[in-house]
């Protein structure tokens, strides 16, 4: 069964706005990482939050963790139409060995 | 510079026809994985590895086999190729510790 679900499917915002991409999933989890995955290329890491964690920031990424809602925010602040791309959190399992990816974010930043 | 490649970026072929999908490293990682990716869609982990002669199936149930002869590579085999594999295919790779993965570009396959 899929872990991770973000909402919402589809963001459309200004440049200059802040985007907010929420994700949630269903069993125990060590650590959430969230990716951007550019239109028909590979994906690459953005952030990675652990479970004891409450909030990661990385430049203009905010991510926040509540184990209690199995749920989990990425906040990207002053979007720039260069973060037009689709944001995909993804959950571990037990031993840290495979990911379980949510169906993805895809936010469109227009100038 | 430490990457991870794959090739052929894009690839159209016949029904039936025998194919691999190929995927390098130069970073080191002993982890490999092949995830199935439809358009607008998640990503499938269909196989990965642990390390070398290392393979396991993923959570996809896939007619695609894998080998691990090297650290560094980690091939992708269709023994007959059908339209229902028609997809984007990502390779990726870590080095253990919080499985942050590596992402190669993807090949994109057609089947006609």
């Known amino acids: 069964s899929q872990q991770g679900e973000e909402d919402p499917q589809a963001l459309s915002i200004q440049e200059g706005e802040n985007a907010t991409m929420n994700c949630s999933y269903k069993t125990s989890i060590n650590n959430l990482q969230w990716y951007r995955q550019n239109s028909g290329r590979g994906l690459v890491h953005l952030i990675l939050i652990r479970s004891n964690e409450r909030e990661k920031h990385s430049g203009r990424l905010r991510v926040t963790l509540d184990t209690s809602k199995k749920s989990s925010s990425l906040l990207i602040t002053a979007s720039r139409a260069a973060d037009t791309a689709s944001y995909f959190c993804?959950?571990?399992?037990?031993?840290?060995?495979?990911?379980?990816f949510g169906k993805g974010t895809m936010l469109l930043v227009s100038p | 510079e430490a990457d991870i490649y794959q090739t052929p970026r894009y690839l159209v072929i016949g029904t039936g026809k025998k194919i691999t999908l190929e995927c390098s490293q130069t970073m080191g990682h002993d982890k490999m994985y092949w995830y199935q990716q439809d358009p607008g869609m998640e990503l499938h982990l269909i196989h990965y590895?642990?390390?070398?002669?290392?393979?396991e199936k993923g959570d996809l149930s896939s007619e695609s086999t894998v080998s691990r002869i090297r650290t560094e590579h980690f091939p992708l085999t269709l023994e007959s190729a059908r339209p229902s594999h028609t997809s984007q295919y990502l390779c990726?790779?870590?080095?253990?510790?919080?499985?942050?993965?590596?992402f190669g570009p993807g090949t994109r396959l057609t089947v006609l």
């Open positions: 993804a959950t571990d399992g037990e031993g840290y060995s495979t990911l379980t």
């Open positions: 990726a790779s870590s080095d253990g510790g919080y499985n942050e993965q590596f």
């Open positions: 590895s642990y390390g070398v002669n290392s393979t």
